[in-house]
């Protein structure tokens, strides 16, 4: 089970960030990543985080301004989002990879376990 906290209104430039707290499976084995999905549009990869932390991959969107980091000792994922653009109002999705110690995967296809979902909404 992954359960998605810290979402909620904030202006253009502001921050917020996400946490993700996962229960029932091998945290610490596991790929992970956060996707999104506004209105009317596919969901879409945002970051992603090898197991040991060591690699992370953004994508083109968010590269520079969002950071994904976890603390495998808290069974935790976080998205710091920095500068927040009304285009990424969304519903934000934690994922876990299908498989263990895997890296590289952006495709929603490869991940097994998400998240309910929780809101960002950046006002202009």
């Known amino acids: 089970q992954l359960v998605e906290s810290g979402g909620g209104l904030v202006q253009a430039g502001g921050s917020l960030r996400l946490s993700c707290v996962a229960s029932?499976?091998?945290?610490?084995?596991?790929?992970m990543a956060w996707f999104r999905q506004a209105p009317g549009k596919e969901r879409e990869f945002v970051a992603g985080?090898?197991?040991?932390?060591?690699?992370?991959r953004y994508g083109d969107s968010v590269k520079g301004r969002f950071t994904i980091s976890r603390e495998n000792a808290k069974n935790t994922l976080y998205l710091q989002m920095n500068n927040l653009k009304s285009d990424d109002t969304a519903e934000y999705y934690c994922?876990?990879?299908?498989?263990?110690?895997?890296?590289?995967?952006?495709?929603?296809?490869?991940?097994?376990?998400w998240g309910q979902g929780i809101q960002v909404t950046v006002s202009s």
């Open positions: 029932g499976l091998s945290f610490n084995r596991k790929l």
């Open positions: 994922a876990a990879d299908r498989f263990n110690y895997r890296v590289g995967n952006t495709d929603a296809q490869d991940f097994a376990t």
């Open positions: 985080i090898t197991w040991s932390g060591q690699h992370t």
